[in-house]
């Protein structure tokens, strides 16, 4: 099959998962503007350059009542579908799952946090991992910051472990994951959520990576600069990205 007619799922997490969720007085980082474009609206864009992608934006309940989500989505994509999650659950790793149930298992999954801008060409992304024959990959930057997750590369430069909020290493992943099929993610998942212990009450799309290890698949990554990475992970961050002082001008 030609990689242009190879479909893929994009899972775009909006879910808050703190006591920021249901706050009328916060709106989710994702909404935070710059010039008139709004982070979601980035990440859309950014998204639609896929052929033969499938576009879901996951969001809370609370969150597409009180802030007109529905109607927000409809402003920004013709094609982009909204999937809304009754309630708080217990990490990104079970709000991911919940969409990518519903969603074809043999093609591709891309999922993406709505709350920090990874500055990269989506398109050139995919296509170099699946040239480097991936099962799965990430994109990762340098920090030692413990809210991140990060990897342990060997010495063929793959994946070998990955820790949430641990810094293991000095190379801590965004919060974008590749799979090469939708399925490779749901079984993982599910193992994970079954025999694994929850980090802090929830658990989390990047440690999936590790029950694909242990499958033996091949779990790769892309490194960009840390100015390529801009995250919005609370209303003092969002508000930095309004007036352009988070990494300067944006």
């Known amino acids: 099959m030609n990689h242009n007619e190879i479909g893929l799922n994009i899972v775009i997490l909006g879910n808050r998962q703190s006591e920021a969720a249901g706050n009328n007085d916060l709106y989710p980082a994702y909404l935070a503007e710059r010039n008139s474009i709004s982070v979601i609206q980035r990440i859309i864009n950014s998204c639609e350059q896929i052929d033969n992608a499938k576009i879901i934006f996951s969001v809370l309940e ?24 009754p309630d708080l659950t217990k990490g990104s790793a079970c709000t991911a799952l919940l969409a990518a149930c519903e969603l074809v298992q043999d093609h591709q999954l891309l999922i993406l946090s709505a ?38 590369i060997d010495d063929q430069n793959h994946i070998s472990e990955i820790a949430q909020r641990d810094p293991i290493s000095n190379t801590a992943t965004t919060g974008l994951f590749w799979f090469k099929k939708t399925s490779d993610f749901v079984d993982a998942a599910k193992n994970m959520i079954i025999f694994r212990s929850p980090v802090k009450d929830n658990y989390y799309v990047g440690l999936t990576l590790n029950e694909l290890i242990l499958g033996g698949k091949k779990v790769g990554f892309q490194r960009i600069s840390e100015d390529m990475y801009i995250p919005l992970k609370d209303q003092i961050q969002s508000t930095f990205y309004q007036i352009g002082v988070l990494n300067g001008e944006i």
């Open 62 to 85: 609370a969150d597409a009542k009180q802030f007109n989500l529905i109607d927000v989505l409809k402003q920004l994509s013709s094609g982009a579908n909204l999937r809304i999650t």
């Open 115 to 152: 709350n920090e801008i990874v500055d990269i060409d989506l398109v050139k992304l995919l296509e170099n991992f699946r040239s480097l024959k991936f099962d799965a990959a990430t994109v990762v930057f340098h920090s030692i910051h413990p809210r991140y997750s990060y990897v342990q």
